[in-house]
């Protein structure tokens, strides 16, 4: 990364994303266990606590995210595991999600194009398949309609066995992340997962650069 970009920490680009009317799963910060225990009891169980560090950007790799924890006894225990990881600043608390249909939503630069947005479904759609979409910054809502359409993945959005996304929502979130790109100098962004379901979506995990 470049000198002049700052990393955001993940409660602080949610709060970003929240101030466009994103739907998020807003974390709060801790740096104490007796926080983690207020926070995790406000929220309302089960929750997920993860590590927050601006030098930490893959959690999950570092071991750094603990899902379904349901009693104080097992947010304090968690709370003391994410604080052994080297780097670590403090505890973001968040709920538990219901598992929806998961998307990916990113903001890429590049050298000859410029800005970029892209979106696919995750899991072994982006994994294996690497079905994603691309657009150069900013895009219209036929843009998004298009970017959406085109994966291969679509069909699951479009209901299949039982699945269905609410695809007027998605183009909703790729347009609001074109206008945050723009207006808040995005250098590069990653919203993944979103779980998407028949009404809605949430953005589960949010990482942001932002130029300085």
Same mark, same amino acid.
């Given at each position: 990364?470049?000198?002049?970009?700052?990393? &955001?920490?993940?409660?602080?680009?949610?709060?970003? &994303?929240? $101030?466009?009317?994103?739907?998020?799963? $807003?974390?709060?910060?801790?740096?104490?266990?007796?926080?983690?225990?207020? %926070? +995790?009891?406000?929220?309302?169980?089960?929750?997920?606590?993860?590590?927050?560090?601006?030098?930490?950007?893959?959690?999950?790799? %570092?071991?750094?995210?603990?899902?379904?924890?349901?009693?104080?006894?097992?947010?304090?225990?968690?709370?003391?595991?994410?604080?052994?990881?080297?780097?670590?600043?403090?505890?973001?608390?968040?709920?538990?999600?219901?598992?929806?249909?998961?998307?990916?939503?990113?903001?890429?630069?590049?050298?000859?194009?410029?800005? +970029?947005?892209?979106?696919?479904? =995750?899991?072994?759609?982006?994994?294996?398949?690497?079905?994603?979409?691309?657009?150069?910054? @900013?895009?219209?809502?036929?843009?998004?309609?298009?970017?959406? $359409?085109?994966?291969? =993945?679509?069909?699951?959005?479009?209901?299949?066995?039982?699945?269905? =996304?609410?695809?007027?929502? &998605?183009?909703?979130?790729?347009?609001?992340?074109?206008?945050?790109?723009?207006?808040?100098?995005?250098?590069?962004?990653?919203?993944? @997962?979103?779980?998407?379901?028949?009404?809605?979506?949430?953005? %589960?995990? +949010?990482?942001?650069?932002?130029?300085?």
């Amino acid at each position: 990364m470049q000198k002049n970009l700052v990393f &955001l920490p993940e409660h602080l680009a949610k709060e970003l &994303l929240e $101030r466009y009317g994103i739907s998020t799963a $807003r974390c709060v910060f801790v740096k104490e266990e007796d926080s983690a225990v207020e %926070a +995790a009891n406000e929220i309302g169980y089960p929750v997920v606590m993860k590590v927050a560090s601006t030098e930490i950007i893959h959690k999950s790799d %570092a071991g750094g995210v603990l899902l379904d924890i349901r009693s104080e006894e097992e947010v304090r225990e968690a709370f003391r595991r994410l604080m052994k990881i080297p780097k670590a600043e403090g505890v973001n608390v968040q709920p538990m999600l219901k598992k929806g249909i998961e998307a990916i939503v990113g903001v890429i630069e590049d050298q000859q194009f410029g800005k +970029a947005i892209m979106f696919g479904l =995750g899991g072994i759609f982006v994994e294996i398949y690497n079905d994603v979409s691309f657009r150069i910054l @900013p895009i219209t809502r036929n843009d998004a309609e298009e970017m959406i $359409r085109e994966i291969k =993945g679509y069909k699951v959005l479009d209901g299949y066995r039982g699945l269905k =996304g609410d695809v007027e929502s &998605l183009i909703d979130l790729l347009l609001k992340i074109s206008e945050i790109s723009e207006k808040e100098k995005i250098k590069e962004l990653d919203l993944n @997962p979103v779980f998407v379901y028949e009404k809605g979506y949430t953005v %589960a995990d +949010a990482r942001i650069w932002k130029e300085i």
